[in-house]
């Protein structure tokens, strides 16, 4: 069964400052990997989807990849701004059919000013 | 383009009490999905229509049945709600007809109490 885990759970820095959050699966055999983000109270905003053909994926100022073989992905934010602070959820789609999207729990992001 | 909408946005409800949860999207998608999250678990997928007239089971479907109504709207309704089933519950549709393979989009959720 696909287990997806973000480290760390809570993650709080200074404005500027860049970052890395983590995110591991379990089964390789992934046919996407998508990254979200969630403010207090509100509902998913998709902020990047890699194919599992592609290596990475920029918007921005975010840039997320994604390494099969190691079952892992990260999402850089550079020059993190308190507008960043929510929670970053990333999702993985297993390569095959009568699945969905599997969610990792979260890391909470706080940028302070 | 108002995306996913759901209604309503709130409710609370009284052990054994029933009610639909609605949701529509206006993004001419194929596949529409519910969620529902708790604290500590993540997101978990209930049910999910991968086209229209079509309907499956995903992870944790017990005490929930789904209708997908036509191509826009997708209701979940709990027949008799139970106190476990308080939660945030949130819609999402994506385009392709092999779900998944493309961004789903959510919508701002529902809040349910059950008491």
């Known amino acids: 069964k696909q287990e997806v885990t973000q480290i760390p759970a809570a993650l709080s820095v200074p404005e500027g400052e860049n970052l890395v959050l983590n995110c591991s699966f379990t089964d390789s055999a992934i046919y996407n990997l998508q990254w979200f983000r969630q403010d207090p109270g509100k509902g998913l905003t998709s902020l990047l989807l890699?194919?599992?053909?592609?290596r990475e994926q920029t918007s921005g100022r975010l840039n997320a990849s994604l390494d099969k073989s190691s079952g892992r992905s990260t999402l850089y934010i550079a020059a993190s701004q308190p507008g960043d602070s929510a929670t970053y959820l990333c999702?993985?789609?297993?390569?095959?059919?009568?699945?969905?999207?599997?969610f990792g729990k979260g890391t909470t992001l706080s940028v302070s000013s | 383009n108002a995306g996913v909408t759901q209604t309503p946005k709130f409710q609370v409800l009284k052990t054994g009490q029933s009610m639909t949860l609605q949701c529509a999207q206006d993004m001419n998608h194929n596949s529409m999905y519910w969620y529902r999250q708790d604290p500590g678990m993540g997101l978990r997928l209930i049910y999910y229509?991968?086209?229209?007239?079509?309907?499956d089971k995903g992870e944790v479907p017990n005490g929930y049945n789904v209708s997908r109504l036509n191509k826009r709207e997708f209701s979940l309704r709990l027949e008799s709600a139970a106190p476990s089933q308080t939660s945030v519950y949130f819609c999402?549709?994506?385009?392709?007809?092999?779900?998944?393979?493309?961004?789903?989009?959510f919508g701002p959720g529902t809040r349910l109490l059950v008491l």
């Open positions: 890699i194919q599992s053909s592609q």
């Open positions: 999702a993985a789609q297993l390569n095959q059919a009568g699945t969905a999207l599997i």
């Open positions: 999402a549709s994506s385009e392709g007809g092999f779900y998944g393979q493309e961004t789903q989009y």
């Open positions: 229509s991968a086209s229209e007239g079509t309907t």
